[in-house]
């Protein structure tokens, strides 16, 4: 098991930047893959990005060109940078683990706690 601390999410205006962070703890990071996920008000909870052990990444679509997601093994750490933001951004994002070669298609080993993501116009 790991725990995951997100941290980086705040107000931004369209067009802005913000990168999240996600540090990890009590487990051998470079053995999970990490994902993004965000939750709108009265939406489902959907995958934005996510990073493999390899380094290779997935983005959803809504996103694709804009937001990058990344990991340093030596801090613990994956990233969120999140750039050209639009109102329909705002959610909560969340950090999430996945242990080993699995998708996060199997489903998720463990989340972070969330951080808020509000996008003025």
């Known amino acids: 098991q790991v725990q995951l601390v997100e941290s980086g999410g705040g107000l931004v205006q369209a067009g802005g930047s913000l990168r999240l962070s996600c540090a990890a703890s009590?487990?051998?990071?470079?053995?999970?893959?990490m994902g993004w996920y965000r939750q709108a008000p009265g939406k489902q909870r959907e995958l934005v990005a996510s990073?493999?052990?390899?380094?290779?990444?997935n983005y959803a679509d809504s996103v694709k060109g804009r937001f990058i997601i990344s990991r340093d093994t030596a801090k613990n750490t994956a990233y969120l940078q999140m750039n050209s933001l639009k109102p329909e951004d705002t959610a909560v994002y969340y950090c999430?683990?996945?242990?080993?070669?699995?998708?996060?298609?199997?489903?998720?080993?463990?989340w972070g706690q969330g951080t808020q993501v509000t996008v003025s116009s």
């Open positions: 009590g487990s051998i990071f470079s053995i999970y893959g």
């Open positions: 999430a683990a996945v242990r080993g070669s699995r998708t996060f298609s199997t489903g998720v080993d463990d």
């Open positions: 990073i493999s052990t390899d380094g290779s990444t």
